[in-house]
């Protein structure tokens, strides 16, 4: 399927980021512990990286593809025990902490695993929140990222013509015209920019896999966010455009959230990660990768995105789901099943919605 190809290039490419975010944010603990001689250290950071992957990602899959692992015998038992398997790989990882622990290292040893979970913390979960956007339909996906990458660029450019009073203490170079225009600047762009995705049911689509035809699917109904409705204009609007009702998608009043966040609070991981790098007097992330520019520059904005996104999703847009429903109704046993079926079907008579049938 088209989708799930789209799906997984991107998904690659939010683990490589991932990790080489991971990469950049231990290396500058190595660098402030001069933590070289750590018998270890190196291999059990990546082992845990590993291992909270494999869980994250293991639970997005149990709950994608559910249908698509119920015929495999093996992936059966992984995705069965799926907590037990991830928690027992993190217990082995702790155990072989405790042992490699030396005299004479005891508190940088710490310091370090406590470096590694925080920096797992940011990471993993920030990039795993991003998934599961990829999964709800790629516009999720594609919209909050280029809004945030459209603030950067529009914020320098007012910043750069009409800067004059700067924002705050942490990033001199950044000021209230550069943010306020590139307030601006991002909602307008994300409005339209999802108006040009939403008429695509490649970009709208959620990835789910169907069990009818061994596939994931390509097409679906697209939901009621992208399907075009009417809308009166403010009274205000009214005077100024000259239009009473406009046509547009329901997600673009969506994507103005989207923006409006993405420009208010995007900047904010910005001036986390600088403050992150006075603290420990990088001016650049990229130092500790020669002759590079610093990826977590780029994704210090992102990250938050991600979580707000489905924050947003799960708060605003997603109800209940009556597919996903199914999935684990048809995983039961054939007794709960049909007691299941007995309680659905005598509350529909209740209500009246279902004819009560005439064999007693």
């Not at 280029?146 to 000021?175: E, H, M, Q, W």
């Not at 994507?255 to 001036?271: Q, R, V």
Request: proline content about 4%.
């Amino acid at each position: 399927g088209g989708v799930l190809g789209g799906a997984l290039v991107f998904l690659g490419l939010v683990l490589s980021i991932q990790v080489k975010c991971y990469h950049e944010i231990i290396t500058i603990g190595y660098r402030v512990y001069h933590s070289y001689d750590l018998p270890w250290f190196r291999s059990l950071s990546w082992y845990f990286l590993l291992c909270v992957n494999y869980f994250f990602y293991g639970e997005t899959v149990a709950d994608y593809f559910a249908t698509f692992v119920q015929r495999r015998e093996q992936l059966q038992f992984l995705i069965r025990y799926h907590r037990f398997i991830s928690f027992a790989l993190y217990l082995t990882g702790f155990c072989m902490f405790v042992l490699s622990l030396v005299k004479k290292h005891y508190r940088l040893q710490f310091y370090m695993f406590a470096w590694t979970h925080v920096t797992l913390l940011i990471t993993v979960t920030q990039s795993h929140l991003v998934i599961q956007n990829l999964f709800e339909g790629m516009i999720w996906f594609l919209v909050p990222i280029s809004s945030v990458i459209c603030n950067d660029i529009t914020a320098y450019i007012f910043g750069f013509f009409f800067g004059r009073t700067p924002l705050i203490k942490l990033s001199p170079k950044k000021t209230w015209e550069g943010f306020i225009g590139g307030f601006f600047s991002t909602v307008v762009f994300g409005f339209i920019f999802s108006y040009f995705l939403a008429q695509h049911q490649y970009f709208v689509c959620p990835v789910e896999y169907n069990s009818e035809t061994n596939r994931f699917m390509t097409e679906c109904e697209p939901s009621e966010l992208f399907q075009m409705k009417k809308y009166s204009v403010p009274p205000l609007l009214q005077a100024v455009l000259g239009w009473e009702t406009v046509n547009m998608y329901p997600f673009q009043m969506h994507s103005i959230a989207l923006s409006t966040f993405a420009s208010l609070i995007g900047p904010f991981g910005g001036f986390f990660a600088s403050g992150f790098k006075r603290a420990f007097k990088i001016k650049d992330f990229a130092d500790t990768i020669p002759g590079h520019g610093g990826i977590m520059d780029r994704f210090d904005c992102q990250y938050l995105m991600a979580t707000f996104v489905h924050v947003y999703i799960t708060s605003f847009i997603r109800g209940p789901n009556p597919s996903k429903l199914l999935k684990q109704l048809l995983i039961l046993q054939p007794e709960q099943q049909l007691s299941v079926y007995k309680t659905l079907k005598s509350h529909l008579v209740e209500k009246g919605i279902l004819q009560p049938s005439l064999r007693g």
